[in-house]
């Protein structure tokens, strides 16, 4: 337990630290924890599956799954650095700049996955279906969630906020779920996900949620209160309830999808570089989910608000 409770503070400060460099350094500076994650989650998974992959299915994936994340991150802030201001063309009218990293990457992710079925042909002997399939599921989890993560990052508005949400919510949400099922869970001893996760609960959850919303209506307060704009907005503060308790719900999926992974593969932990916690994985889990609500709701809003405009 005090493992896990110096292990959890440890982390905490690091997210921290990558925080404070992203606003007042730059923002590749939280890119490159994205990559660690990256990297480190990938080579978890890589281990996880032991001999499922064949080598040379590893050696791709351990390449290929990070570099997706590089590929955006640093097509993206190209694109910001050589940026012209859009120009009318007289036939062809008003032409915007046009932000192509994300075509870049998709292209590059799709390379990976022709790669992987490639290998069928190049090493046809030595690489099965499932091995693909596994190599596969190492590709893309956990590193096309964190691409998502990635895209929070770089969103024109509402960045902050959102690298909080994904990072801020889930623990708190996890915390509120664990007083809850210690609290409950006996008078209400409805499991969540049986097959999964026996310890978890329906009121669990609940609690977790509730979570959801206390952290996101501190995180109100605070984002506001740091900004010196107090003026309270019923708007605002609804749709950050509203996107808190989404955030812990997804969050507490992604805790499930990961122990599904865990119970399919017949181990406890994804890793063991975190004491306490076991792996990178086991300590982001939830965030992946988080990323992409959070990140589907927010850009929603920026769309909307410029539509309207």
Same mark, same amino acid.
């Given at each position: 337990?005090?493992?896990?409770? =110096?292990? #959890? /503070?440890?982390y905490? +400060? $690091?997210? @921290?630290? *990558? ?6 350094v730059?923002?590749l500076?939280f ?28 050696? =791709?994936? #351990? /390449?290929?799954?990070? +570099? $997706?994340? @590089?590929c *955006? ?7 910001k ?7 009318v063309d ?50 893309m ?22 690298v ?15 007083l809850?099922g210690?609290l ?11 097959n ?17 919303a ?9 984002y506001?209160?740091?900004l ?40 406890k932990?994804?890793?063991?570089c ?22 589907l709701?927010?850009v929603a ?9």
């Amino acid at each position: 337990m005090v493992k896990r409770l =110096i292990t #959890g /503070i440890v982390y905490m +400060l $690091v997210l @921290v630290a *990558f925080f404070l460099l992203k606003i007042y350094v730059h923002i590749l500076c939280f890119d490159l924890l994205v990559v660690i994650f990256s990297v480190c989650g990938t080579i978890e998974m890589l281990r996880a599956f032991g001999d499922r992959i064949h080598i040379s299915q590893k050696i =791709i994936v #351990g /390449i290929l799954a990070p +570099l $997706v994340i @590089v590929c *955006f991150v640093v097509s993206d802030e190209i694109f910001k650095l050589t940026a012209t201001p859009p120009t009318v063309d007289p036939d062809l009218g008003y032409i915007p700049n046009t932000n192509y990293s994300a075509h870049l990457t998709f292209v590059v992710f799709i390379g990976a996955l022709a790669l992987l079925f490639g290998m069928m042909v190049f090493a046809h002997e030595k690489v099965s279906l499932e091995s693909t399939g596994c190599a596969l599921l190492a590709l893309m989890y956990p590193s096309v969630f964190l691409l998502v993560l990635a895209g929070c990052n770089h969103m024109p508005e509402y960045s902050e906020i959102s690298v909080i949400y994904v990072f801020a919510i889930c623990p708190i949400a996890d915390s509120f779920a664990f007083l809850f099922g210690k609290l409950f869970g006996k008078r209400v001893p409805a499991k969540l996900a049986p097959n999964v996760s026996p310890n978890k609960t329906l009121i669990g959850g609940l609690g977790g949620l509730i979570g959801g919303a206390f952290g996101a209506a501190a995180i109100f307060f605070l984002y506001y209160g740091l900004l010196g704009d107090m003026n309270f907005r019923w708007g605002n503060f609804v749709f950050f309830i509203a996107l808190g308790i989404l955030t812990a719900a997804f969050a507490e999926f992604g805790d499930l999808v990961e122990s599904a992974i865990k119970r399919k593969l017949g181990i406890k932990d994804m890793g063991k570089c975190l004491p306490g916690h076991g792996g990178v994985l086991d300590r982001i889990d939830s965030s992946l989910y988080a990323s992409l609500i959070v990140c589907l709701v927010c850009v929603a809003r920026i769309m909307l608000t410029r539509w309207i405009a």
